[in-house]
């Protein structure tokens, strides 16, 4: 079964600081997916990153990052320059488990509140 | 509009009652998925399709709730007898398809209330 970990339950920065979140997941699956999606206070989920478990590659997307270490089971997202629409939770989401190709596996998330 | 698109945003009903969430995904998605999400929470799965089949429904919580997507586009998450610890908002996702493909797109939910 798939569990992720998503240790820190709320960050509060200043305007302009960089914040790193962290995620950690477990899965005995050696092919899987990993995500981060974004829910402002508007409540609507939307969609940063997928990752795939073959590539360890490390993205950068303006402002955002993503380290991503097979190794250690964590796929942190790392915010530069913070801003207030920042102010969002965020998940990370591992995709499938027990033969699912397509079950997204919430954890309880992370808040961000960037303060001006 | 583009996007997945979920009605009503608010239905507040009395418990016991029967209630209807409609999801109209993303044109072309042959992937939709509904999931439930409580305060504080993550969303947790509740139910996929795969056009108009449901592929896996292990998430519903009991035989109140059903879904239906009978021409593989929207989809309706029905609720019998509603109970309080129903109240949750109710998302719905779609997707061009599953594995790689699977990057779900999510609506702006329905936030349901039973009294």
């Known amino acids: ?116 | 509009g583009a996007g997945v698109s979920q009605t009503p945003s608010n239905k507040v009903t009395e418990k016991g009652k029967y209630v209807e969430l409609r999801c109209d995904p993303i044109s072309g998605h042959t992937a939709l998925y509904w999931y439930r999400q409580s305060l504080g929470q993550g969303p947790e799965f509740l139910i996929y399709f795969q056009g108009t089949g449901a592929a896996d429904d292990s998430g519903l919580p009991n035989d109140r709730f059903f879904a239906v997507r009978p021409e593989g586009s929207v989809s309706t998450l029905k609720i019998q007898r509603t109970e309080r610890g129903d109240s949750a908002v109710y998302l719905c996702a779609s997707s061009q398809g599953t594995g790689r493909y699977n990057e779900q797109f999510f609506g702006p939910g329905t936030r349901l209330t039973v009294l």
Request: overall charge negative; aromatic content about 14%.
């Open chain 1, 1 to 116: 079964a798939q569990k992720v970990t998503q240790a820190q339950t709320e960050i509060s920065v200043v305007e302009k600081e960089d914040v790193t979140l962290d995620c950690v997941y477990e899965t005995r699956d050696t092919t899987y997916y990993l995500f981060w999606y974004k829910q402002p206070p508007s409540g609507e989920l939307v969609f940063l990153i997928r990752r795939n478990s073959f590539d360890e590659q490390n993205e950068i997307s303006g402002r955002y990052s993503w380290n991503f270490q097979k190794s250690t089971s964590s796929f942190n997202f790392t915010i530069t320059a913070s801003q207030v629409v920042d102010s969002a939770v965020y998940f990370c989401a591992p995709l499938g488990g027990g033969g699912s190709n397509y079950k997204l596996t919430f954890g309880k998330g992370t808040l961000l509140t960037v303060n001006p």
